[in-house]
Nanobody, 123 residues
């Protein structure tokens, strides 16, 4: 059983930056691909970025490409989401998720989820 805890969310002005972290425990972190998703009020949970178990394959949603970067540190059991040039439309609860081995862009493919961290971008 893998437990995931996100941190790093908050309130930021448009154009600013935040770095989200997701700490994993309870499993062999390097066996899992990791993903970041977000959900705005009244909307579905959307894919943001994913990274393979080894970190050599990254997938990023078109809506955040060039602004958000996913990375991982398998020695520390942490996955990061660096968010730059934030926009008001990025406001959402951000979730990290884990699945065995291969990365996916589909929320239903992930087995473990964190509780989420709120990101609010003011205009």
């Amino acid at each position: 059983q893998v437990q995931l805890v996100e941190s790093g969310g908050g309130l930021v002005q448009a154009g600013g930056s935040l770095r989200l972290s997701c700490a994993a425990s309870g499993g062999t972190f390097s066996n899992y691909a990791m993903g970041w998703f977000r959900q705005a009020p009244g909307k579905e949970r959307d894919f943001v970025a994913a990274i393979s178990w080894s970190g050599d394959r990254l997938v990023t949603a078109d809506s955040v490409k060039g602004r958000f970067t996913i990375s991982r540190d398998n020695a520390k059991n942490i996955v990061y989401l660096q968010m730059n040039s934030l926009k008001p439309e990025d406001t959402a609860v951000f979730y990290c998720a884990a699945r065995w081995w291969y990365a996916s862009t589909f929320p239903g493919d992930y087995d473990y989820w964190g509780q989420g961290t709120q990101v609010t971008v003011s205009s």
